[in-house]
């Protein structure tokens, strides 16, 4: 019933940007926090950046903050990643993921829907 497809991901050089989309599947999820995680090779899955239920409040990873802004278009069911100033450091596969509450969380065992992934890499 719950379906989170991510896209946008790639190839890119250092200091390059990227946009990474997350469709959701109904209007349900639309009452609820989303976010993206991250995970390296070798590494445990870490928290990007999360936003609330309406748009209205965010917050980020201190490692990404200034440089990636998560948004939100409830219309189309649709989260956003928008990545830039991108460096080797955040090449990982990032994932989207929807919570049952709307309340912005950085906690990755409060979601409760997880996306299938998408790979980023960045070059030097």
């Known amino acids: 019933q719950v379906q989170l497809v991510e896209s946008g991901g790639g190839l890119v050089q250092a200091g390059g940007s990227l946009r990474l989309s997350c469709a959701a599947s109904?209007?349900?999820?639309?009452?609820?926090?989303m976010g993206w995680f991250r995970q390296a090779p070798g590494k445990e899955r870490e928290f990007v950046a999360t936003?609330?239920?309406?748009?209205?409040?965010?917050i980020y990873a201190s490692s990404v903050k200034g440089r990636f802004t998560i948004s939100r278009d409830n219309a189309k069911n649709t989260l956003y990643l928008q990545m830039n100033n991108l460096t080797p450091e955040d090449t990982a596969v990032y994932y989207c993921a929807a919570s049952r509450s709307r309340f912005r969380s950085s906690s990755e065992n409060q979601y409760d829907y997880w996306g299938q992934g998408t790979q980023v890499t960045v070059s030097s």
């Open positions: 936003i609330d239920s309406t748009g209205g409040g965010t």
């Open positions: 109904g209007r349900t999820l639309l009452w609820s926090a």
